[in-house]
Structure formats: C-alpha cells, structure tokens
C-alpha cells in the first residue's frame, strides 16, 4: 500500500502547529476577601487580602431598610435589613440587588445560603423562618420557636436558633423568657424535623458551623450579672453535646477558623477565644482584648483575626477594621465604611 507522503509527515507537523499555538492564559486564581455591610452609606466594602491593595466599595442603592446582617457564599450575599426586606447581592461591580420582602411585620434577622438555589431568612417577629427560591423567586415559611434570631446549615439540615425573647419589653436590655433552642427544618420540603434544647441564659443570637462539624451557639443572656453560655451540639446527633460559660455579659458575634478556634467578640469583654479540640476556654471575661464598641469577626485561611467595630454609627463617622495575628497580637487597622454592622470572607477573582 502506498502511503502518502502527507500522512507520514503529519504528526510532526501537527507537533510543530501545537507547540507554535498560541495559550490561553489561566484565569487568575480567586483571592481572600474581606467583605464588610457599612449600615451608614447602605454599602460594602471589599479588602482584598492577600495584596495591600485599596479597599473597594460597592453602593447597594436601596435595598428597602438599613442593613443589619449579612450571609456569604461564593461570590455573592444575603443582606436582612430593618425594613422586613432582604436582598440577595453580588461581590462584583455591576449586579444589582434582588430585594425579597418577607411577610408583613415578620422582621429580618440571621440569614444562610442553603445552596446555589435556597436561603433561608429567620423572622424573629413572627416566630417564623423564611426560604427563599433564588431561581423562582418564590418565598414560603415554616413556624419556629420563639424569636428566631441566627441561621446555620450542616448535614443538609437548616438549624435556626431561637432567643426566646419578650418583643414587648421596654428595654433597654433584652428581657428574655427562658433558655433558648435550635429548630432543625429540612429545607427540600421546608417542614420542621426536630428541636434542640440548650442550656444557659437565653437570647441566643449567634450560631457557627465549627471545623470539627458541631455547631456552636452563643447565647448572650440578660445583661447585667446574666453570662453567657457558648452551646456545642451535634447536628448529627441533634443534641446538645457541651456548655461553656466564661465570656461575661452580652457577647455579640462568633466566628470559627475552620479548625479549632472559635473566637467570640463582646462590648465589654473585647476579643475572647475558644478552643473546640480541648473544650476549653481559651481567653474569656476579664482577659479579653479590648475593642471599641461592637465588632464583627472574621478568620482567614492564615489565621488572621479581623475584627470590625462599628464605631459611633453618627453620621458619617467610620468605623476600623482592626487585624490580629494567630497569637492575638495587633498587626494593623485598616479605616472602614460609616458604622460597619457584619462582614464575612469570601474568595473573589483579583479586580482587573
């Protein structure tokens, strides 16, 4: 059989073609990302983490309330605000807001992504959970205990923690009924599958997802000579599995670093820390760092602490991002947004 020339020299050639081709650069790998909710101007601020670069912001126009929280995953965020509205947002310049109104007088507070598709939206002035259908846009609720107040989501189940608290009390401390619990919903069919007592002083208002799995839950209590108590439960399990107190009076945020710290910000105790592998309390009430006014915490894949205090929230007033080493010791403050509120970190493509 004769064979033609072209075909004997075709794999030479095809090598030589290929080598010359031009390449497709690849895409930039995804940086860390802090991303602050500024109450003040209705915006949010993005630090990038890994380079010294400015920090950007994104005016979020009106969203239909002053934003109180805020719920991240990939690239883009569930913001509740004080006008019974949530809006869904993206980290990127250019995508606007989707606002969600939730049922008349039901109220906003904690949220979480269930997936690409669900969130879920405590409602703790109707004692109600909201879902949330990104693709249809179709919200439905689901009863819970009293005043839900924080959202997690482990092992496929929706956990909403419960303050248990007195809506009609004048204040100016929370007046609070009892111990608090964790509702458990199964999202896939939006129907209540459990409760979870936990021990401790009620008005729990902040829930974590651990690196060991567990879920933790801050009650703060009372105020005054009330402590708080930082709950461990099993969502497997769906018990309450640990109880710790230590961290004084009225602590406000939680924030894991996916291993085995967890740290807790408070008013008046500043910066305390919790060890999940040895169930101890690390650095607790009267031993805290000191931070100014209320704070929002967020952990790096470096271990790196920030710590977000809203300042005086009047006017136009900024508050600080301020940034702790993994032994604590300060590194750097970084100035905020007007009365930053909540942030979160997320991984974000490098601005081109």
Request: hydrophobic residues 45%; aromatic residues 6%.
């Amino acid at each position: 059989m004769r064979v033609h020339w072209f075909h004997r020299a075709w794999p030479a050639t095809a090598g030589l073609l290929l080598g010359c081709a031009a390449t497709t650069p690849s895409a930039p790998a995804p940086e860390e990302t802090l991303v602050v909710l500024n109450a003040g101007d209705v915006s949010l601020s993005l630090l990038p983490l890994s380079s010294a670069g400015p920090v950007h912001t994104i005016a979020l126009g009106d969203i239909g309330g002053v934003p109180w929280e805020l719920a991240a995953r990939g690239s883009q965020g569930l913001i509740t605000t004080s006008g019974n509205t949530v809006a869904r947002v993206g980290f990127t310049v250019g995508q606007s807001p989707i606002v969600y109104r939730m049922a008349s007088g039901a109220g906003a507070g904690g949220a979480a992504f269930v997936n690409d598709t669900l969130g879920y939206v405590a409602n703790p002035l109707a004692d109600r959970a909201t879902r949330i259908n990104f693709r249809t846009g179709d919200t439905a609720s689901v009863a819970t205990g009293r005043s839900p107040s924080a959202v997690a989501v482990a092992r496929g189940r929706v956990f909403i923690a419960n303050a248990n608290l007195e809506p009609a009390c004048a204040g100016p401390l929370p007046c609070v009924r009892g111990a608090s619990w964790l509702t458990v919903i199964d999202p896939d069919h939006n129907s209540v599958v459990d409760s979870i007592a936990l021990a401790g002083p009620g008005n729990a208002l902040a829930i974590e997802v651990g690196g060991d799995g567990l879920l933790y839950v801050l009650s703060a209590g009372a105020g005054g000579t009330s402590s708080a108590r930082l709950s461990i439960v099993d969502p497997v399990l769906r018990v309450e599995v640990g109880s710790f107190g230590g961290f004084g009076a009225l602590p406000n945020d939680l924030a894991s670093d996916r291993r085995e710290r967890l740290f807790v910000s408070s008013p008046s105790e500043g910066l305390m820390e919790f060890n999940t592998r040895t169930r101890r309390v690390v650095r607790g009430a009267g031993v805290g760092i000191p931070l100014q006014s209320k704070a929002s915490l967020a952990v790096d894949d470096a271990g790196l602490v920030y710590a977000v205090e809203s300042g005086a929230c009047v006017g136009s007033t900024p508050g600080r991002i301020r940034i702790f080493r993994p032994d604590l010791t300060e590194t750097r403050v970084v100035p905020g947004g007007p009365c930053p509120v909540d942030a979160a970190i997320v991984k974000l493509p490098p601005p081109e």
